[in-house]
Structures are given as structure tokens and as C-alpha cells.
């Protein structure tokens, strides 16, 4: 999803700038899920996602750009290149089209919207699927030897469902999210997923609850789309802090992560299952799961960059914002509270498509207090007192707060909320545009 000003305001270039505004006005809705504008404009430009040598196409609710992130890094360990599509991006738009490693230079970028924007017409088309076609585009000018593409909502009727036949698809954990678009249960949530499966097309599923796996079992059976599923066709566990993975070819014992995070080892089961797909070599497998870099998700932050921190304040950063996302920092933020003590305080903000109350309820006596912001730039950003409405039913201490930097420094210093506490830990948390704010103030992503 994407709100009209916060993308324009993170673009980068003003020729891009420019562009994105005048695309944003080709579609009044915020959100009106289609296929057929898409493929009028694909049809246009030639049909360029025909010409797309070996696609992954990875969908899900959870864990899709970190799983995406270690199937690159893997094919990239083998000596191969990448061309990926990813949603949203963080600070600037260029993120989310690489070619063959490299962020997408403004001048290619800028002749492929104006390409877009022409071919189309003045059609109503939404902003995504513009952008979509203008990354398939870069990609059949430009192939790689992998193409790997994110969804970026649902799946049935999201604008990257248009490659007739990828050599792999993988379904990341479902969960509730985006309900009002994709369907009040996470079985008809898992449905909207399941719309990527091809004929005769592999899945790698990820490890799911029991209804989703039943609707996939049960769609890809109907298309008759072979699945490689976690429980079934292979296992990953953590283990004395490696990663174990078996499937019928073997066992690996494989350096943990370098995401970090206990939900980053199901990520990498299901992405060492997709490089197996594709043929990679256990060494390569080791390499994408070591090598493999996602910014805002459990990032650690250096508090010089925030004047008047607490001293030897401990910041993280994630854009994790629904209910399974809240669960998995929790288990994250306990782990660390074991190891070292201290104070929790989350700055929190969030889109007003969210629900703070399900994603805070994790939080209920690990976290000393809530900041709750308005997300900068974002028109759609949920007003802070709502957040601290949500906080405070869930359970936890709560108030508003000015801006991210008034939040961090107004964390509770270390001993001072619980006896031996050292320095306070601050996750600021809640959306990827909060985090995208963040980053374009710190750094952008390279």
C-alpha cells in the first residue's frame, strides 16, 4: 500500500518526483485490486514479463522480503545475477527495482515511468501497477539469471501475478493483515495468497497454521501446483544456535541467520528450500542465509544519531506492524531482556489501516512504556492518542509523543524502572513508513 505524498516526498530525483506525483493521479482509489489494467498495459509495452528468464515469485504476510532477501543472497553466492522487485521501499523509490545487484540509477528509472506513463495513456491505473510494469520492463531490457519478484498485497489479483509460468513460487507464513482487502479469516487471507500457484509450477510453503495449509493443500491440488512444505518435504529448527535443515537430499547444519530474530529461522528453511529448487549447492544455501541483509527489520540503530538519548540506550528499528510481526519482536525483545536487563520502551506508529491492539497485546509485561508518534510525511498515518488508546487497553503504559527523537529521549534511563537494570532498550516499531522516515534521516539503504 502506498500513500500518495510519503512516496513522492521518498523518491530521490526531481525528474523521478515528478512523474511519481503525476502517477498517483491516475487512480482515485487508495487500493482496488485488479488484474486487468495491469495486462492492458503489459499488453502495451510488448508483454515484457514474458521475457523473464527464471522467476521466483514469493508471497505471504510475513517473512517475504527477508526470505526473498536470502534467496538472492544465495543465487548471488553462486555466481549468478539477480534482477528483484520489492514493496514498499524504505527511503527512496528506487529500492524496490535492482538490476542485477545495483539500485536502479535515476536516469533509467526516469525514462521507464515516462515509457510507462505514455504507453498508458492516461488510463486509470493505480500507482503500484504503473510502477510494477515499469520494473517488468527494466527487467526484460535488462535479464538477469534470476528474477525474483515480491508481491505486494495478497497475490490472486496483485500486479506481479502476471508471469504466466515462474520456476518457483514460495508462500511465507499467513496471517492477519490487510483484512479489509484480502478477507476477514486467514483462510480466505491464505486463498489470496494461494493465487500464484501455477500448473505444474513448484511451491516452497513455509510453515503455516492449519486452516491456511489447508487451503493452499487444497488450491494446489485444484491447479495442480507441486508443493515442497515445511513438515513435509523438509524441516529447519534452530539448534545450539545453528540452523538444522533436512529434506530428502540430506541434512545441513548451517550458520544461523544474519537476520536477527527465532522467526528468521523459519525465513531461512523455507529460502534454503528455495535454493535447493533452483539447484544451488549447500555452500550457496550457507552463504544466503549468512549473507543475507534486510534493513528495518530488527536493525540495530546507533544512538549517537539521536541527540539526547539516554546514555548507552540500546535502539532497534523494525517496520513490523501486524499481529504475528508484534508476536515475533516480543519473543525477540524477551530474549535480549534475558541476556541483559533493561528497561523497554517502544515508539510505536502506525498507518490507520492497522491494528495497534492485537500488534501491542504481545508487549503486556515486557514493555515499561509506549511513545506513540504520527508517522511523518504520511498522510494516512493513525493519529498518536489512538495508539496510546490501543496501548492502554492492551495492557501497557502509554503517551503521546512529539516526534521520534522527543520519544527516544524521553526513554526511562536504566536503573530506574526495575532493580539491576543497565542502560534502556527502545524499539521504534509499528510500519514501514516510519521506518522508511527513519532511515532517510539516518541513511538510506544501498
Known amino acids: 500500500m502506498d500513500d500518495a505524498g510519503a512516496v513522492a516526498r521518498r523518491s530521490g530525483g526531481a525528474g523521478t518526483d515528478r512523474v511519481l506525483e503525476r502517477l498517483m493521479g491516475l487512480h482515485p482509489k487508495f487500493m482496488d485490486l485488479s488484474l486487468g489494467r495491469v495486462e492492458r498495459l503489459l499488453d502495451a509495452l510488448g508483454r515484457p514479463q514474458d521475457a523473464l528468464p527464471r522467476v521466483v515469485h514469493v508471497a505471504g504476510t510475513n517473512g517475504k522480503g527477508s526470505t526473498l532477501a536470502m534467496i538472492r543472497a544465495g543465487v548471488e553466492a553462486a555466481g549468478l545475477t539477480t534482477n528483484v522487485y520489492t514493496s514498499p521501499h524504505l527511503a ?3 529500492e524496490r527495482i535492482r538490476l542485477k545487484g545495483r539500485l536502479i540509477d535515476e536516469d533509467r528509472l526516469l525514462a521507464l515511468l515516462e515509457a510507462c506513463e505514455a504507453a498508458n495513456g492516461g488510463e486509470e491505473i493505480t500507482f503500484f501497477e504503473i510502477t510494477t510494469a515499469a520494473a517488468l520492463q527494466a527487467f526484460a531490457d535488462a535479464p538477469a539469471d534470476v528474477t ?14 502476471v508471469v504466466a509460468r515462474p520456476e518457483l513460487t514460495a508462500i511465507t507464513p499467513i496471517s492477519m493483515d490487510h483484512m479489509q482487502y484480502l478477507g476477514d479469516t486467514a ?4 486463498f489470496e495468497k494461494a493465487g500464484i500457484l501455477k500448473r505444474g509450477t513448484p511451491c516452497v510453503v513455509a510453515p503455516q497454521d492449519a486452516g491456511p495449509m489447508e487451503v493452499l493443500e487444497a488450491q494446489a491440488a485444484r491447479v495442480g501446483a507441486p508443493l515442497i512444505a515445511a513438515g513435509q518435504a523438509f ?7 545453528r540452523l538444522l535443515y533436512q529434506d530428502q537430499d540430506g541434512l545441513l547444519d548451517l550458520d544461523p541467520p544474519n537476520l536477527p530474530g527465532a522467526h528468521q529461522f523459519a525465513n531461512a528453511g523455507a529460502a534454503v528450500a528455495a535454493m535447493r529448487a533452483l539447484g544451488l549447492s549447500e555452500a550457496d544455501c550457507a552463504a544466503g542465509v549468512r549473507g543475507a541483509r534486510w534493513s528495518a527489520r530488527l536493525q540495530r540503530l546507533d544512538a549517537a544519531d539521536f541527540p539526547g538519548a539516554p546514555e548507552g540506550a540500546e535502539i532497534w528499528l523494525d517496520g513490523g506492524h501486524n499481529d504475528a510481526a508484534g508476536a515475533a519482536l516480543a519473543e525477540h525483545m524477551a530474549g535480549l531482556q534475558e541476556r541483559r536487563p533493561a528497561s523497554l520502551t517502544l515508539i510505536v506508529g502506525m498507518l490507520e489501516s492497522k491494528t495497534p491492539q492485537s500488534f501491542l497485546a504481545h508487549f503486556q509485561g515486557l514493555a515499561h512504556a509506549v511513545k506513540a508518534v504520527e508517522i511523518p510525511d504520511a498522510a494516512a498515518s493513525l493519529p498518536a492518542e489512538a495508539i496510546v488508546a490501543a496501548a ?6 502509554a503517551e503521546a509523543a512529539s516526534s521520534v527523537e522527543a520519544a527516544v529521549a524521553s526513554a526511562p534511563p536504566g536503573d530506574g524502572a526495575r ?3 543497565g542502560p534502556p532498550r527502545i524499539l521504534i516499531c509499528g510500519s514501514l513508513y516510519l521506518a522508511g522516515w527513519l532511515l532517510r534521516r539516518i541513511g538510506p539503504p544501498s
Open 92 to 94: 527512496r523509490f528506487h
Open 148 to 161: 525474483l519478484l515480491e508481491t505486494g498485497l495478497g497475490g490472486r489479483l496483485d500486479a506481479t501475478n
Open 187 to 190: 483462510e480466505k487471507i491464505a
Open 235 to 241: 524441516d529447519a529448527w534452530a539448534e545450539g544456535g
Open 392 to 397: 492502554r487497553a492492551a495492557g501497557l503504559q
Open 419 to 421: 532493580a539491576g537494570e
